[in-house]
């Protein structure tokens, strides 16, 4: 059968018809909005977009199997489609197997609104979230008037679509823009703006009127200077709406395949068979298709537990890829796998086993939570795999283990070892946890060779790819180095192990306020440059750094450490110096700071040295430890 084609207006028509739809195999919507933008420049320009496959089906078959509608509002909270209830109005339906996130993001940008966080703002504020529409700048568009007076495009400049809330879209008429001249000085132009909702294309008809449509633009300007550019660069103003409703209402811009087979089965290998070749899914989502084909509610579980943990604590950013393979992990599936190796009974086990699963991954997500982790310091989410298997797998938790668990993971982050062959080392770790035996069926079952986590076990173990949890002496040194972010964390928090993360909120907080470290302050204690330059770099590093309680921080805030220090109480002051390795007969004034750095850097050494793995103990090798090991379905 031949490709067919049709027009983006039609296919928006159809998904609002409850016409078209998402089956169950289908990932989630992925794509950002800078890739969303990047489109609609493709669309203007006429580039291909690819094609589409797509799965025509009756109503009485499409009422036996799940599917989805298409999001109009994406919301990063919330990023799941809604699950289509109830029957089919049409007499056919579309099931889209390839080409989603394109059409979700035509869908998205004409007709819905995106919603993500705000950067550098908390995922757990409601207030750090906008809700924004796609527009067009009508003011810089890559087009010019050649010397024949005819409108040529200019290559290396997009057209400047854009997500911005209705106020933005209003509010912001202009920018100031850095460009040099010719004799390379530097001068500020203001460059000015006029915002047009792309959506709005939807409502012409079929032969717009385009002088009246920016007449109609020209009304709402703010400025008489916006009023005047949009007259002066009229022409290549209709250019550009003429060409978005060409692009969008005329041109047939959607070629699709489309397939006729009503049974699931025959959809399931096609849709592997598709993507498996290609670079849009990963074999993850390929094994979560093949589980939600068969398992109803497979789907709302999965997105509904990704859902749960990611709320937990001070959010997470879990993945389905991270869901996929902790489910292959935990029911001793093979991790290493290929596409067309899904066996049925592998599925069959995740869906049975799936209240297991999640209560396994959910415990391990409130342990990163009690262990003070968030999404910005969990630097590998397959780090946490091998804690979810020991807990499936009915492995003790208690201040013990937790303690072993929390030395296993910081010691993995800080020295990276999931950074890469990642399937290697959890295939590898899992075999050294567990043993295998049969039950009374004769069926191969693994247990567990210990129900208790032990750091120094792990240690034993020759890691593959000569990877290792032991940290050296140089390590620690620099250790010393590291700046206020993810990895300073992970070693504060070791030298801070018995305060109550889940119950209040610890901030990486500057012993001498970062505020001090100014060019006056420099300048009234004498500094030279290069010892201004030389207190910058140590700011915001580890010996000048501790956890302290939300409150507290802001509490001391911008205040000098001796003065703040010196408010408290005495029997107050020594508790906090002991707490937070703060050296006894040294001055605590900012004048002091370098002799303060060093004697603090030395005291946090030492103290690291007594919960680090430092030491590097004989080893046993792969063969010694696993020589009566054999796992048969790893090879």
């Not at 100031?176 to 012409?204: C, P, T, Y």
């Not at 180095?481 to 901030?507: C, D, I, M, T, W």
């Amino acid at each position: 059968m031949a490709y067919k084609s049709k027009s983006i207006l039609q296919i928006v028509k159809e998904i609002e018809g409850s016409k078209v739809f998402l089956p169950a195999l289908q990932r989630k919507f992925v794509w950002g909005k800078p890739q969303i933008e990047l489109l609609f420049d493709s669309l203007m320009r006429n580039f291909p977009i690819g094609t589409f496959l797509f799965w025509n089906l009756n109503r009485e078959v499409a009422n036996n199997y799940v599917f989805y509608e298409f999001l109009r509002e994406y919301d990063q909270r919330n990023p799941y489609n809604k699950k289509k209830d109830g029957s089919f109005l049409n007499p056919e339906i579309i099931g889209v197997l390839d080409g989603q996130q394109r059409l979700s993001s035509m869908y998205i940008g004409l007709q819905g609104t995106h919603t993500e966080k705000a950067p550098y703002m908390r995922w757990a504020d409601d207030n750090a979230y906008r809700k924004s529409k796609l527009f067009l700048n009508l003011l810089s568009l890559p087009y010019r008037v050649n010397s024949e007076n005819i409108i040529e495009t200019i290559e290396e400049q997009n057209f400047e679509f854009r997500f911005l809330t209705e106020k933005e879209s209003e509010d912001w008429v202009y920018r100031k823009i850095r460009q040099q001249d010719e004799n390379g000085a530097e001068r500020v132009n203001e460059d000015n703006m006029f915002w047009f909702k792309v959506g709005d294309v939807l409502s012409w008809n079929a032969d717009p009127e385009f002088d009246i449509i920016i007449d109609s633009f020209i009304k709402k300007c703010k400025n008489q200077k916006q009023k005047d550019i949009i007259n002066a660069k009229r022409r290549l103003v209709k250019k550009t709406l003429e060409t978005l409703h060409k692009r969008i209402s005329t041109d047939q811009l959607i070629n699709y395949f489309e397939i006729d087979k009503q049974d699931l089965e025959d959809i399931l290998k096609i849709f592997i068979r598709v993507n498996s070749g290609g670079t849009q899914l990963n074999k993850t989502d390929l094994l979560f298709s093949t589980i939600v084909a068969t398992w109803d509610s497979g789907r709302d579980e999965i997105e509904g537990l990704l859902q749960k943990i990611n709320r937990k604590g001070d959010g997470f950013g879990f993945s389905n890829e991270f869901l996929m393979r902790s489910c292959l992990v935990l029911t001793d599936a093979p991790v290493l796998y290929k596409v067309n190796s899904f066996k049925s009974e592998n599925v069959q086990k995740i869906k049975n086993e799936w209240k297991n699963i999640a209560n396994a991954i959910e415990q391990t997500v409130e342990l990163l939570v009690e262990f003070g982790f968030n999404q910005s310091l969990l630097t590998s989410q397959n780090a946490t795999i091998i804690i979810a298997y020991y807990i499936y797998k009915n492995g003790v938790i208690n201040d013990t283990t937790k303690l072993d668990i929390k030395k296993y993971l910081i010691h993995s982050l800080l020295n990276g070892i999931y950074g890469s062959s990642q399937d290697q080392l959890i295939a590898f770790l899992r075999n050294a946890f567990r043993a295998q035996s049969k039950d009374e069926n004769g069926k191969i079952i693994f247990k567990l060779k210990s129900n208790h986590f032990s750091f120094e076990e792990i240690l034993k173990f020759e890691l593959p790819s000569r990877k290792s949890l032991y940290i050296t002496e140089i390590e620690l040194d620099n250790f010393m180095s590291y700046r206020k972010g993810a990895s300073s964390f992970f070693v504060l928090s070791l030298l801070y192990p018995n305060l109550k993360y889940k119950e209040v909120q610890f901030h990486q907080d500057h012993i001498h306020p970062a505020s001090k470290f100014d060019v006056d302050n420099f300048n009234k204690i004498g500094l030279s440059k290069e010892m201004q330059d030389e207190w910058l770099k140590l700011r915001d590093t580890v010996p000048n750094l501790q956890l302290l309680e939300g409150r507290q921080n802001e509490s001391k805030n911008a205040t000098a450490f001796k003065v703040w220090l010196d408010k408290k109480d005495e029997s107050v002051r020594t508790y906090f110096k002991i707490s937070n390795f703060i050296p006894e007969d040294i001055s605590l004034d900012f004048l002091d700071f370098l002799e303060f750095y060093e004697k603090r850097k030395s005291v946090l050494i030492e103290e690291l040295k007594k919960v680090l793995a430092i030491n590097n103990n004989a080893q046993l090798t792969n063969q010694e430890y696993l020589e009566k090991e054999t796992i048969a379905d790893e090879d």
